[in-house]
């Protein structure tokens, strides 16, 4: 078993939850922190080795730190619903906690291998797409904002080689619905810096930054070697960009 805390924060997730904990049964302690899911989530849960607790919904930030509190180990590993721990990473990971010192780091930027609609995204900045998910409790915390959350370590941060797999947006309405949710949040934080932007600024990064984002992705980050997916991506992306400057408008 390793020794380490995996935590992960669910809602309704029935349909990926057991493979992500299916993912992580060696680990020696399992925390989910359910924010009372009305589908069968729960049940499929308690089918596994872990210790469940229940809060309302808090935002993204918020929520992933309450989990992280609940972790019983020095070491915690913080997993989405949609993720899965490969076995290459599980090794990886035992090594690291196993024979660390002081002054080695006190987290881990791990790579994560995004599919989308079942395909691998190799181009457009979706690979190796790091971000810290190993790190000691006592010198880690959530950063808090609206959208987009992340680690924050304090001390040296290393890197792994064996990546974490990401299967995420089943199908082209799951990615639109999770747009619309994640666009407003990105508006709200958007005014958060600048409560009161100009029209003209707003109408300037809906429609500049909205085609920058799919140049970068699409031809910048070559994410036309991905095929039709890529160029999706790319399409969706951009309207993403587009949507979130325009319900800061809205909202202002």
């Known amino acids: 078993m390793i020794p380490v805390s995996v935590v992960t924060v669910v809602k309704n997730e029935e349909v990926n939850i057991g493979d992500a904990l299916n993912s992580v049964k060696d680990f020696e302690d399992i925390v989910v922190l359910d924010a009372f899911s009305t589908d069968s989530t729960v049940e499929i849960c308690k089918r596994y080795p872990v210790r469940i607790y229940q809060q309302r919904w808090q935002g993204y930030a918020r929520q992933k730190q309450s989990a992280i509190n609940y972790a019983e180990k020095q070491w915690v590993f913080l997993l989405d619903a949609d993720e899965r721990v490969t076995p290459g990473l599980k090794e990886e990971i035992s090594n690291i906690v196993l024979n660390h010192r002081a002054s080695d780091p006190q987290g881990f930027y791990i790579p994560r291998k995004n599919f989308f609609l079942g395909k691998w995204i190799r181009h457009g900045g979706w690979w190796p797409d790091y971000t810290v998910r190993l790190f000691k409790k006592d010198s880690a915390c959530i950063e808090y904002r609206e959208v987009h959350e992340k680690v924050i370590v304090k001390g040296p941060v290393g890197y792994l080689k064996n990546p974490l797999e990401h299967y995420t947006y089943r199908n082209i309405s799951d990615y639109i619905k999770k747009m619309d949710d994640y666009s407003t949040l990105a508006a709200k934080e958007i005014l958060s810096k600048d409560p009161q932007p100009s029209t003209a600024s707003l109408l300037f990064k809906m429609t500049v930054r909205s085609f920058f984002t799919f140049f970068r992705m699409y031809i910048l980050r070559q994410g036309f070697r991905d095929g039709i ?22 909202m202002r």
């Not at 399409?235 to 809205?250: H, N, V």
């Open 229 to 250: 997916h890529g160029f999706i991506l790319a399409i969706l992306y951009s309207f993403y960009t587009f949507l979130k400057y325009l319900k800061a408008w809205e």
